[in-house]
C-alpha cells in the first residue's frame, strides 16, 4: 500500500489521500475535494484512480467528486445511508465492509458516527495498520458534532472502535488541526510534557510534509483519548463544579467536547 498525502492549503486546512496498490498503479481517492492536486498528483505517479471514497457528507470532502470521477470514470464509495446527501453513489458500505484496490491493498470500512451519523473511517490491513479517519479522530483531538452529529455517538465511536486499534497504528485525518489540538490539550493538561514538546516540533511544520501520528503517540496526546487522566479531570472540575467524585468516561469526553466547541 502506498499513500500519497495531499494537503489543499485550504482555509479548511484538508487532506485529500490517493492510496494505491504498488504492482498494479490503481489508487484510490479519498476526499479529493482539490481535484487538480489530487489527479495532478496520481498522473505524475502514473497511477490511475478507480475508485473515490467519502468519509463523509460534509461539502468539503464530497466536493471534488463530480471532476475527479469525469476525469477518471471512478466508482463512487461512502455510508450506505449517505444516498440521500452524496449524488451519484455506487457503492454504500457498511461496517465490515472490504475496499480492494488493484492486487495488494485491503481497506476495511469501519461505521464510525459521531461527527455526523454517516461516516466511514477506513483501516488498512497491513503489516503496519493505518487509519483513514476522516474528520473522527484528528492529530490530538477529535471531530466536532456541529452538523449532523451527536456527541454520544462520536464517544462510543472512540470508545468502542479507535480506543481498540493497535499502537502502531497510523493515523491520517482529514484535517491539520494538530498544533491547535495540541495547544488544547495543554489547555486542559498543562503537565502534558510530550505534547509540549510535540507543539514546539510542530508549530512550523509544513503541512506538504506533516507529521503522521500513530495510537500510541495519541494516546499521549489527544485529551480524548485521556479520560481517566486525573489532572484533566480536575481542570475540568473548574468549569463544571459539580462533577461527580470520580466521573464517567463518556461524562469527561462530552465535557471535554463541549469545552471545545468555544476554545
Not at 494505491?20 to 505517479?45: F, H, I, M, Q
Not at 492486487?103 to 483513514?132: Q, W
Not at 493515523?171 to 489547555?187: I, S
Request: charged fraction near 20%; glycine fraction near 8%; proline fraction near 5%.
Amino acid at each position: 500500500m502506498i499513500v500519497e498525502q495531499i494537503w489543499t492549503g485550504n482555509a479548511y486546512r484538508n487532506f485529500n489521500y490517493l492510496i494505491a496498490c504498488g504492482e498494479t498503479g490503481e489508487a484510490l481517492a479519498v476526499d479529493p475535494l482539490d481535484y487538480e492536486k489530487c489527479l495532478a498528483r496520481a498522473s505524475e505517479l502514473g497511477w490511475e484512480i478507480t475508485q473515490v471514497l467519502n468519509t463523509h457528507e460534509h461539502p468539503d470532502h464530497t466536493g471534488g467528486n463530480a471532476a475527479v470521477i469525469d476525469a477518471t470514470g471512478a466508482r463512487l464509495l461512502a455510508h450506505a445511508n449517505a444516498r440521500d446527501s452524496i449524488p451519484g453513489i455506487d457503492r454504500g458500505l457498511q461496517a465490515g465492509d472490504v475496499i480492494r484496490v488493484g492486487r495488494t491493498v485491503e481497506l476495511e470500512a469501519l461505521d464510525t458516527p459521531g461527527h455526523t451519523m454517516c461516516h466511514i473511517c477506513l483501516l488498512s490491513h497491513t503489516d503496519t495498520p493505518a487509519i483513514f479517519s476522516g474528520d473522527t479522530l484528528f492529530n490530538a483531538g477529535a471531530g466536532n458534532c456541529h452538523h449532523g452529529g451527536h456527541p454520544p455517538e462520536l464517544y462510543s465511536t472512540f470508545a468502542d472502535q479507535l480506543a481498540r486499534l493497535s499502537s502502531e497504528t497510523l493515523v491520517y485525518p482529514g484535517h491539520d488541526y494538530l498544533a491547535n489540538n495540541l495547544a488544547f490539550t495543554l489547555d486542559r493538561e498543562p503537565d502534558n510534557q510530550r505534547a509540549a514538546t510535540l507543539l514546539e516540533q510542530v508549530k512550523d511544520q509544513d503541512p506538504n510534509d506533516a507529521l503522521v501520528s500513530n495510537m500510541a503517540l495519541e494516546r499521549e496526546i489527544n485529551t480524548f483519548m485521556r479520560l481517566d487522566s486525573a489532572g484533566v479531570i480536575e481542570r475540568l472540575r473548574e468549569h463544571f463544579p459539580d462533577l461527580p467524585a470520580v466521573p464517567d468516561p463518556q461524562t469527561v469526553f462530552l465535557k471535554l467536547r463541549e469545552l471545545r466547541n468555544n476554545w
